[in-house]
């Protein structure tokens, strides 16, 4: 009975360096999101998937953001040319179908520091 | 951006007091969510009302909702120190939900 899984759980990397952020989601889970998440502020949504594609990625904040879920399961978050201002715990949630009324599981988030 | 605002920004009480925390958003909605987060980490799903409910229980949890003063309120009754956590309310903007910025509550022991 596994939740979402999120590696790594912390990631330190140096300005304009390129990273990329794993998520597990629930077995089944059609639905899967990213949010960010900075220091004394709520969830920011980024990009959401139904199965393998990006049905939503309006919150993704520039270019250097992408996000792929290849087989309708696991999903990559990568961020190029990362910027200080990149810092923050990036979290991944998925759901049964992507319904408006289904409950999002949290993954426990992966903290990005940029230095 | 962020759709919702919650009120305190912080909350501090004794335990077995009540806490009462206040959500306000801007647009229509379909349903309202509030989540709860221990340690700046993953989020629990604490309890969904939708917008043609006013109130809804469940175990310490009561949740309100007025929708022509797009506001909600989450009430915890006879709070434990294990309630201190962040408490968010979220609402749906299409197919995804926005966050408000928390309120942050401390229940002393």
């Known amino acids: 009975g596994a939740g979402v899984s999120q590696t790594p759980s912390n990631k330190v990397t140096e300005k304009g360096k390129y990273v990329e952020l794993r998520c597990d989601p629930i077995?089944?889970?059609?639905?899967l999101y990213w949010y960010r998440q900075s220091l004394g502020q709520g969830p920011e949504f980024l990009i959401y998937?139904?199965?393998?594609?990006?049905?939503?990625d309006s919150g993704l904040p520039n270019d250097r953001f992408f996000a792929v879920r290849p087989e309708g399961s696991v999903s990559t978050l990568k961020i190029q040319r990362t910027e200080r201002g990149d810092s923050a715990v990036y979290l991944c949630?998925?759901?049964?179908?992507?319904?408006?009324?289904?409950?999002?599981?949290f993954g426990p988030g992966t903290r990005l520091t940029v230095l | 951006s962020q759709q919702g605002e919650e009120d305190p920004q912080a909350l501090s009480i004794q335990e077995g007091e009540n806490a009462t925390m206040n959500c306000s958003y801007k647009?229509?909605?379909?349903?309202l969510q509030w989540y709860r987060q221990n340690s700046g980490r993953g989020l629990v799903h604490l309890i969904l009302?939708?917008?043609?409910?006013r109130e809804k229980h469940s175990g310490r949890l009561r949740v309100t909702l007025d929708t022509s003063k797009k506001s909600s309120s989450l009430l915890i009754t006879a709070s434990r120190a294990a309630d201190t956590a962040s408490y968010f309310c979220?609402?749906?903007?299409?197919?995804?939900?926005?966050f408000g910025a928390g309120t942050r509550l401390t229940v002393k022991p």
């Open positions: 949630a998925s759901s049964l179908t992507g319904l408006r009324t289904d409950t999002q599981y």
């Open positions: 077995s089944g889970h059609t639905a």
């Open positions: 998937f139904q199965g393998t594609g990006a049905a939503d």
């Open positions: 647009t229509s909605i379909n349903n």
């Open positions: 009302i939708r917008s043609n409910e």
């Open positions: 979220a609402t749906d903007v299409g197919n995804d939900m926005r």
